[in-house]
């Protein structure tokens, strides 16, 4: 697919990595050229140095063979003219980065007047995942497959089963109607076996059928207690976004900034979060917030250092779960290590989501995890093709490394295979792979 990034910055940087991983082409343009000698360096994508809105550039580039363009921008206005420009000169699909809530807010307005596909803002779109966080305790993310019959759970581990002897082979036996998709550990991914063994503190994924997930989870996990009392440390962009998620939930939310002029304009903003004017990165501050108290504490700033440190704190004080926006990428892995439940990056939300629209043509279903170090995918099959009919044991040396049949559906019939299972035609099969092995995997199972 070719696809246009313009911007070089953190957020455009990465997705045009993931994009490369995965064998687009990619062009990036960026009118910085120290970070387009970085991006040259660092990428096979070609770069462009020069203004994104300028329509000679763009035109000169070729953007209007375009098969998506997205605008990461330093600003929104920048943004949003790139997008509207590039869908002018025929760019099939066009996505703008906005930060602004006034945008937000009437993005469809705008993507009607400025004919622009998709608005997204990475900060929304963090205060969503954190929503999802609390909406289900304990999981990390969660997506379903196969008409809602399959289920994917990402979870960390707080007790490990495997242990004395035990491997995975035990834990999720042939028959038990789940699997052990991927495990993370500090930071690296990778897919297991059945003589793996799984540690406390890893971030592990669970696939299978609905039913079965819950008590495959309980195994990880012990019991999971509701979140019903939370903490929000930072009243900028995303903890304002969060407390409105919040805002109308049966939940008691209490939202801590530090900035008197900020607190007044969040209060206004808000029913029935209470909002309270303090530094929250103490230790006495907390204490006397009562955080010990809280279910969960989110640290929501745009100080790495400062939400790391803040939810180190809550923890240690009593808190039962913490969750950190974290903005530096080399920060993230470091989460799990401190005792911090779950990081949230800003640019890896605004990435999956642009890597969804990509994919929606081949790829019923799409989950992009641990920095997009691999991809959950769903897709059918949809006529004979070169492994279709033949058993997975069989075919398991032509699989690209790293690749799993997760299950397999068949009508109403959810199957997590074994070694003598078959994938035939009309089936839809929910498979993990690695980024660089996806466009492999798909051509395995179409004509």
Not at 59 to 67: H, K, R, S
Not at 159 to 176: F, M, W, Y
Request: hydrophobic residues 45%; glycine residues 8%.
């Amino acid at each position: 697919m070719n696809v246009f990034v313009a911007g070089g910055g953190r957020v455009g940087f990465h997705l045009a990595r993931l994009l490369t991983i995965e064998g687009h082409d990619v062009t990036i343009i960026e009118i910085d050229p120290n970070r387009v000698e970085q991006a040259d360096y660092a990428l096979d994508a070609r770069t462009i140095t020069g203004n994104a809105v300028s329509v000679m550039l763009l035109t000169e580039a070729g953007v209007g063979a375009a098969d998506v363009f997205v605008a990461a921008l330093r600003t929104d206005e920048l943004n949003l003219l790139a997008a509207a420009t590039a869908k002018s000169l025929g760019a099939k699909q066009v996505v703008a980065r906005v930060d602004d809530a006034s945008y937000i807010e009437s993005s469809m307005l705008y993507e009607t007047l400025l004919n622009i596909d998709y608005i997204l803002s990475p900060d929304a779109l963090t205060a969503a995942e954190i929503a999802r966080f609390i909406e289900n305790p304990g999981m990390i993310a969660m997506e379903e497959f196969g008409r809602g019959l399959v289920q994917m759970r990402q979870v960390r581990v707080a007790k490990s089963p495997t242990r004395n002897g035990r491997t995975l082979r035990d834990v999720c036996p042939p028959g038990c109607g789940a699997l052990l998709g991927t495990i993370n550990r500090k930071g690296q991914t990778m897919v297991p076996n059945g003589s793996s063994v799984v540690e406390p503190g890893d971030l592990i994924t669970l696939i299978g059928k609905r039913e079965s997930i819950p008590t495959l989870q309980s195994q990880f996990q012990g019991h999971i207690t509701k979140t019903d009392h939370i903490t929000i440390m930072g009243g900028g962009s995303i903890g304002l976004h969060l407390a409105q998620l919040l805002d109308n939930r049966a939940c008691s939310v209490k939202l801590i900034d530090w900035d008197m002029e900020r607190c007044n304009f969040l209060a206004a903003k808000l029913k029935r979060v209470k909002v309270v004017c303090r530094d929250a990165s103490s230790r006495s501050a907390l204490e006397q917030e009562h955080i010990d108290e809280m279910d969960l504490f989110v640290a929501t700033t745009s100080d790495d250092e400062r939400n790391i440190m803040a939810c180190v704190l809550a923890k240690e004080i009593g808190a039962a779960h913490s969750v950190a926006v974290v903005n530096q990428p080399d920060f993230a892995p470091l989460v799990g290590r401190l005792g911090i439940d779950h990081a949230v990056t800003p640019r890896a939300c605004l990435s999956n989501r642009i890597l969804r629209l990509i994919h929606q043509k081949n790829i019923s279903t799409l989950a992009v995890l641990d920095e997009g170090q691999v991809e959950i995918i769903e897709f059918k099959v949809e006529a004979p093709a070169p492994l279709t009919g033949k058993s997975l044991r069989d075919i398991a040396g032509r699989f690209p490394k790293g690749a799993l049949v997760a299950t397999i559906l068949r009508g109403e019939e959810v199957i997590v295979p074994s070694g003598e299972s078959r994938i035939e035609v009309g089936d839809s099969v929910v498979m993990v792979a690695a980024l660089d092995s996806i466009d492999a995997v798909l051509k395995l199972f179409t004509s």
